[in-house]
């Protein structure tokens, strides 16, 4: 029963609501109607249509005249404008990249230590130191040789005077000895013949690491036993080659559009133009007078600047280098110093130093730098690596198993460069290492004590 007094109320409340509404005119109504006849609506101020009328023609359009204003009239349309379609875009050949070369193989080479031949020549003159009593004839007989023979080799004259003591030159000996080939050095060499290098350097007077030329002669020390040539397999990695120039890729021309007919133009109504007041011209500017240069006495150029020859190069004392190459290097490879920089005696001496390590053993780059030359052609120091860097530095990397990087390669400091080994004949694996040192590109840059600007260990 409740439901039902509910919605007797909601219908009576939307009736209510009904008849407000329509107690309520929508639009104004009109005073003084009729009696009875009920509200009169007002009729609205814009034009209205009944139900039953017909539509009222449209009316005729008038030619429009100019107003006096001076507004222009409107101008009538020129009639439809026809469409062409956009030409295409421009095709364009496709843009790609070669793919970068793979990296060089590293080349494994045969190296023949030691080829070269065996030959007789003189060996060391005999000594004999003369004894109390003996005359020359007694020590000519002691020695295999004549009285006239030894006078000659000893610048002796008569009556032949000899004292106790004195050393007397017997004639050479047959000796045999070892001619040089290109790349060779003593340790190769002592290496065939079984003897140890400070012997054969002993029987030639010279030191260990004297350089030793193609054709030379070494005497080979008493005792040797010729094992012939060695051979030795070395790797290493070939220059790159540059790569290929791409070639330009064609540009492909769009097809041209095909051409349009031009739209017929109606005729459109003359329209007239309002004058448009002249502006008054602007007089020409008078022509500015051109000045006249005042010439100028030539000066005679400055004289070119003269080239230093390289014997004139700034001599730089060993603080001064230690000063300019401090914190710019560090150790190639950690081992045993086996040779330190400087004269050797006899006229020799080492520009750089020989460092032991094991076979194998990484060498690693001094400083950042480029590679100016990576091969295994250098006579007496096999595989060998140098490396340019700032400033007029350059460093060397000899004896190497294998080079790891190629020529013109940029490296960083540490990098890897090759391999510790005894290429160039050496009797145990080292590394050969140089620093040098030029102020300006006019000179050449000579060697330097390594041991000044490397840090102490």
Known sequence: MTHLYFRTALVALIAGMAAGCASTPAYPTVEGAAPGTGPQLARPAYPVQAPDEEPAPAPQARPSTPVASGVLPPVRSAGPVETAPLPPPPMRAPQYAPPPPPPPEPITKVVILAPGKVVDVDGRPRTFTVKSGQGLDAVAREMGSSRAELAKINDLAEPYRLKPGQVLKGPASRAKAYVVASGDNLYAIA??????????ADENSMEIEAPIHPNQQLRLPAGYKD???????????????????????TPVRAPEPAPQPAPRAEQAAPVRAQPVPAKPVPAPPKPTPTPVPTPISPKPLPPAPELVPDDRAPVLSDDQIAALGRGKFQWPVEGQMLSSYGPKGGGQRNDGLNIAATAGTPVRAASAGK????????????????IQHDDGWVTVYGHLARADVRMQQQVTEGQQIGQVGSSGGVSQPQLHFEIRYSPSPKFKAKAIDPALVLPRR
């Open 227 to 249: 094992d012939g040539p060695t051979r030795k397999t070395i790797t290493v990695m070939p220059e790159a080659q540059p790569p290929a120039p791409v070639p330009a890729p």
């Open 191 to 200: 290496r065939r013949f079984n003897v140890t290098v400070a012997a054969l």
């Open 371 to 386: 590679v100016v030359y990576s091969g295994g052609d250098v006579p007496g120091f096999g595989v060998t690596v140098l």
